[in-house]
């Protein structure tokens, strides 16, 4: 059992599938240095509407066709996903990479920490 184990984790290492949760200065170098990330903003629109990251998409967690909408994203790239705080994104981090995203990213603390360290990058 160990042996199995150890292949599938050799095997997901070296596939590029990525998912993880990411501090607002690891989020502001992602954006840097990848043309190619997809930053997704999983809010309601009202709150999108109000403030959100330069370039965002909003595709609300909290609609009943999430699943249908995030399948608009090219699931080969990169994406940024964020929320109000981080927990709307985990969770909709945790379903596309279920759907077959291969790098997703989820912002830790969410647009309230990213708009403290990186105003620059807020849309009002």
């Given amino acids: 059992m160990k042996k199995?184990?150890?292949?599938?984790?050799?095997l997901f290492s070296i596939s590029g599938f990525s998912q993880?949760?990411?501090?607002?200065?690891e989020a502001n170098?992602?954006?840097?240095?990848?043309?190619?990330?997809?930053?997704v903003?999983?809010?309601t629109p009202h709150e999108y509407d109000s403030s959100h990251v330069q370039n965002a998409i909003n595709i609300d967690y909290r609609n009943p066709?999430?699943?249908d909408?995030?399948?608009?994203?090219?699931?080969?790239?990169?994406?940024?996903?964020?929320?109000?705080s981080g927990k709307r994104s985990?969770?909709?981090?945790?379903?596309?990479i279920g759907l077959g995203f291969n790098d997703v990213y989820n912002l830790r603390g969410g647009i309230l920490e990213f708009a403290q360290k990186q105003p620059e990058r807020i849309k009002k």
């Fill in 4 to 10: 199995i184990f150890f292949a599938f984790c050799i």
């Fill in 90 to 96: 985990l969770n909709a981090m945790n379903i596309m």
């Fill in 20 to 25: 993880k949760t990411i501090s607002a200065d």
């Fill in 65 to 67: 066709s999430f699943r």
């Fill in 29 to 39: 170098e992602l954006i840097k240095t990848s043309k190619k990330i997809q930053i």
């Fill in 69 to 84: 909408n995030i399948q608009i994203l090219d699931k080969t790239k990169p994406v940024l996903v964020y929320c109000r």
């Fill in 41 to 43: 903003d999983v809010r």
